[in-house]
């Protein structure tokens, strides 16, 4: 989750959303982004927006952009004693959309990528951020990772016709 602030000098200044695991949940006071599970038959793109809704509230209302950012990290899961995979993606919120929280969590803050990246713990999301600061602050590179709320690549207009 990011947003697109401006300086003074009118310098896009990107700022991830990072939420803190509440008390009584593994891992609790990680600083991280939204993370979950798929449901019976969902679609992955499909899943990631329902988890980003329920654990933030933010819906097609807050929703600038949507990005497959071309990233899936597997990781050792000791609960299920597993191998876990799991597909990333980021969207881009207007600048006044503020969460409101689930029970997974128990405080957010905006920070600058730089902030954020130094923040996080595992590497899948300082991966994730720094995608977000090298190809999704660039909106000619980010066209190319966009997709639509119903998880499709958008079409990518030729310029050259």
Same mark, same amino acid.
């Given at each position: ?11 896009a ?12 949940? &593994? !891992? @609790?006071?990680?600083?991280?982004? $939204?993370?979950?599970? =798929?449901? *019976? ?19 097609a ?10 990233l ?10 597993? &191998? !876990? @995979?799991?597909?990333?993606?980021? $969207?881009?919120?207007? =600048?006044? *959309?503020?969460?409101t929280?689930s029970?997974?969590?128990d ?6 990528v730089d902030e ?41 207009i030729?310029?050259?016709?």
């Open positions: 989750m990011f947003r697109v602030a401006r300086t003074a000098r009118d310098v200044r990107p700022e991830v959303l990072l939420l803190r695991r509440a008390p009584g949940r &593994i !891992l @609790t006071g990680l600083w991280q982004c $939204v993370s979950g599970s =798929l449901e *019976a038959d969902e679609r992955v793109a499909l899943g990631a927006l329902r988890e980003l809704y329920e654990e933030t509230g933010f819906g209302g807050e929703i600038e952009a949507y990005y497959d950012l071309d899936v990290n597997q990781f050792h899961e000791p609960s299920v004693d597993g &191998i !876990l @995979t799991a597909a990333v993606f980021a $969207v881009r919120l207007r =600048l006044d *959309a503020q969460p929280l029970d997974e969590h405080e957010s803050r905006w920070a600058p954020a990246h130094a923040e996080v713990i595992w590497p899948g999301y300082r991966t994730a951020i720094e995608r977000i600061r090298d190809d999704l602050s660039d909106p000619e590179r980010a066209a190319w990772f966009e997709l639509t709320l119903e998880g499709s690549r958008r079409p990518l030729d310029s050259t016709s």
